[in-house]
């Protein structure tokens, strides 16, 4: 079993930077791909970023390219997605996510098998 906290989420003015945090337990966690998804109200969760278990992958959705990073430290049992240049339409509540069984940086929701509560994430024009 892998618990799953997010944290760094927040109020943001437009262009600003945010960096959310995903603690993991479990001794494993650098044996996982790890990913972030995002939902807004009324609509599905959509994925952001993922980072395969070596680290050595990693995949974003097109429209935060250039402007988010996702890395891990096995050390510290952590994923973390750097936000910057961020834009209102990034507001959403971010949810962290563990996989278990893909050796590379998967991008859909049911490939996951863990998932954190959520950090919301506001950005302001």
């Known amino acids: 079993q892998v618990q799953l906290v997010e944290s760094g989420g927040g109020l943001v003015q437009a262009g600003g930077s945010l960096r959310l945090s995903c603690a993991a337990s479990g001794r494993i966690f650098s044996a996982y791909a790890m990913g972030w998804f995002r939902q807004a109200p009324g609509k599905e969760r959509d994925f952001v970023a993922a980072?395969?278990?070596?680290?050595?992958?990693?995949d974003y959705t097109e429209s935060v390219k250039g402007r988010f990073t996702i890395s891990r430290d096995s050390a510290k049992n952590t994923v973390y997605l750097q936000m910057n240049s961020l834009k209102p339409e990034d507001t959403a509540v971010y949810y962290c996510a563990a996989d278990p069984h893909t050796w590379g940086a998967p991008k859909v929701v049911g490939e996951y098998d863990y998932w954190g509560k959520g950090t919301q994430v506001t950005v302001s024009s």
């Open positions: 980072v395969s278990w070596s680290g050595e992958n990693t």
